[in-house]
Each structure stands twice: as C-alpha cells, then as structure tokens.
C-alpha cells in the first residue's frame, strides 16, 4: 500500500467545514483512497472512498486532484461529534486477503463550539 | 446487513494470566477476518488474519496466538499475558467496499 502524510492535528469551529488533506504522491493507478474516522474508546468506521473522481456521500465529501497525489476530505458543517482522529488510507480495492490496512498516525479534528 | 460483534468491552487482566477475546461476524459467509491492536495515541497495527475456518496469518511474532474455529467466529488468545500485551484490540470484517470494524476490546493488564 502507498504511504499516506497527514497533518497531525486541526481545530475547526463548529458549524464550520473542516478540510482535512492527505498526501499519497506514491499511489500507484489501481489504488483507492479511503477514509477513516476513529472517535475516542470506538473502534474506526468508514467515512469514503475514491478512485479519481470526487466522491460524496451523507458524511463527508472527498476531493481527489488531477494527479490523484493528494486528496481532502471536507465535512461540510463540522458538529463536536465529529471529533474524531482521521485516518487517510490508499489500498487495492477488493477481498484479497493481503489487501489490509496499514493506518499511520491520522489527523486528530478537534471540533470546537 | 453485516454486522461485527466483538466482546469482552474492557477487561483488566493481571500478568501470567490467560486471554479469549472473541469476535463473530453476520450477515456474510467465509468472511476475511483481522485483528489489529492500537498502543495509546498511536496507530493501528495488525496481528492476524484468517481467509477461512483454520486458517491463520500472522503478521507479528508475539506473546498471542489466534484461531478460527467456526466460518464466522475468530478468536485471539494468550496462554499467560505480558504488561505489553495491554492495548485497545479490534476484530475487523473485510467487505467489498472496506473494513467494518468491531467496537474494540481494551485491555489492561496489570
């Protein structure tokens, strides 16, 4: 799986959209970016995935660029439940047993009133 | 729909003493099943995996084993646990569209 960079921390104010980004210059052309989102003491739920085009859905949307070396997440009106630690992940999509995830340290949101 | 329960939810453990933390999957059939474990602040690292019943892969050498008694059961052990064996253990489902985690075991052991 490509390695993924994402900025350790970032605060938005509630009601605000938080952009959380995430680098993955190395992903190779078969590979989906995912999203993660761990809260406090739960264990991580899926937010989206992508191939190139942007992709939405009732959580979150996420933007891919051209070159598919970087993407954001955006939730549109960040609420204080979604304070969470956000995980940017890129992978082979499908059941391939060796097709785990490999999380890195994701961004910590702290969603502010 | 598919749905992953994972039990005990927190468990404190003295040193030397044995772990069962089981996992169970519905709602799909011959399910790859994963364990992971994350140390406090840090990210999520994974232990085994299984493609079918007795089946297993193990991706670190530690101090747990695992098994997969039943097509939808998997099961995380240690015969006598270590103080760093204490972590938050997450069994995790692997669909079409991604992992469906379980809501994690933390355990502590003192």
């Known amino acids: 799986d490509a390695k993924t960079t994402q900025p350790p921390s970032m605060d938005c104010a509630e009601g605000r959209a938080a952009n959380l980004p995430c680098n993955h210059s190395?992903?190779?052309?078969?590979?989906?970016v995912y999203w993660y989102r761990q809260i406090h003491s739960q264990g991580p739920q899926y937010i989206i995935h992508g191939l190139k085009n942007n992709e939405t859905n009732e959580m979150a949307s996420l933007i891919i660029t051209e070159d598919r070396k970087s993407s954001t997440l955006i939730l549109p009106h960040a609420t204080l439940r979604d304070t969470a630690v956000y995980y940017c992940i890129v992978r082979l999509r499908g059941l391939n047993a060796g097709n785990m995830l490999t999380f890195g340290g994701g961004t910590r949101l702290m969603v502010k009133p | 729909s598919q749905t992953i329960h994972q039990w005990p939810a927190t468990l404190v453990q003295p040193v030397g003493s044995p772990l069962s933390l089981e996992c169970t999957v519905e709602g799909t059939s011959n399910p790859n099943l994963y364990w992971y474990r994350q140390a406090a602040g840090r990210g999520l690292q994974l232990l085994f995996y299984s493609v079918g019943i007795g089946q297993i892969s193990s991706e670190v050498p530690q101090n747990l084993s695992a098994s997969r008694p039943q097509d939808r059961q998997f099961i995380l052990s240690s015969k006598k646990l270590l103080l760093s064996d204490s972590g938050f253990y997450l069994c995790?489902?692997?669909?079409?569209?991604?992992?469906?985690f379980g809501s994690g075991t933390r355990l502590t052991v003192v």
């Open positions: 190395t992903i190779s052309g078969n590979e989906y």
């Open positions: 995790a489902w692997l669909g079409p569209d991604g992992y469906t």
